[in-house]
């Protein structure tokens, strides 16, 4: 293997399967940062068989794992917005250091969704001063499991990214500092923010069913009416993680955008949910 390469395992974890993706980086002076996917596997999980909604997928996981540790991987993992929470931290120059922000997080938290907060496993992604920060959740729980699974299987874990970070930071050049909508569809989800001018003004975690093209309008109306702001964008970014059929709902007044892994960052086709090689390219 050239010094200029190395390997690397993406995992997506949702509750009905996972997709577990070997990838060769090659760097090359002529062609640059190449990705080549060796051998993908999908696994599918029994996600009804009771306990927590993320226990069948660690079950399956644990079991998979070792046989990817060949080339001693790193490995990233993309988990399901099913198994996430998301709040906007308001900016506080009151906040000396990682401590209280922590803390403040978590307040945030316990506001919007109970005490329950109190045993998730918090995350604030950095950003710019005096706007609000998205703030990310998971059971504790599950990620003290994601990180006993890969110890055991002696593979390292180089992150752990929701969904939605993984498919807003494979398409910021497509969104830049646009006021509009990013709306992020897995099966049975929709993940839905609402940006202006690039900062994080609005997101919702919410079921949606099959019909999510006939929905959908209806749903940004409620969602533009809840958020009040005084410059509505009627711009949507759309994502769909899984359908094959691409075209865009159509209704007054939004202008729909069909967002596809050609644009995500690293140019990389994939179908399914192999866009996660297309998102942490």
């Not at 509750?15 to 070997?22: A, E, F, K």
């Not at 009804?48 to 070792?66: D, I, R, T, V």
């Not at 998205?134 to 593979?155: K, N, T």
Request: aromatic share 10%.
């Amino acid at each position: 293997m050239s010094p200029w390469s190395h390997s690397a395992l993406q995992v997506v974890i949702c509750p009905d399967q996972l997709v577990l993706l070997p990838v060769r980086r090659t760097l090359s002076w002529r062609g640059g940062l190449r990705h080549t996917i060796h051998d993908p596997q999908n696994v599918p999980c029994n996600s009804e068989a009771g306990g927590p909604s993320w226990g069948a997928a660690l079950q399956a996981l644990e079991a998979e794992l070792p046989n990817f540790k060949d080339g001693r991987p790193a490995a990233t993992v993309i988990l399901s917005n099913h198994f996430m929470r998301y709040t906007l931290v308001p900016w506080s120059k009151k906040l000396a250091n990682a401590e209280e922000e922590l803390a403040f997080t978590r307040h945030c938290f316990t506001r919007v969704y109970g005490q329950i907060a109190e045993r998730w496993a918090l995350r604030l992604d950095p950003g710019p001063t005096e706007v609000p920060r998205l703030a990310s959740a998971m059971d504790q729980a599950f990620l003290d499991g994601l990180r006993g699974v890969f110890e055991g299987a002696g593979i390292a874990l180089k992150s752990i990214q929701p969904h939605l970070m993984a498919a807003f930071n494979g398409f910021r050049g497509s969104l830049g500092q646009h006021s509009a909508w990013f709306a992020l569809l897995e099966p049975g989800n929709l993940c839905l923010a609402l940006l202006y001018r690039g900062d994080w003004v609005r997101v919702r975690n919410l079921k949606i069913g099959d019909a999510w093209r006939v929905e959908l309008p209806t749903i940004l109306e409620r969602e533009a009416y809840l958020a009040d702001h005084p410059e509505m964008p009627h711009e949507v970014y759309l994502w769909d993680a899984e359908s094959e059929d691409t075209a865009p709902p159509e209704s007054v007044p939004w202008e729909f955008h069909v967002l596809s892994p050609e644009r995500a960052r690293g140019g990389a086709a994939a179908g399914n949910w192999l866009f996660a090689r297309a998102m942490t390219g």
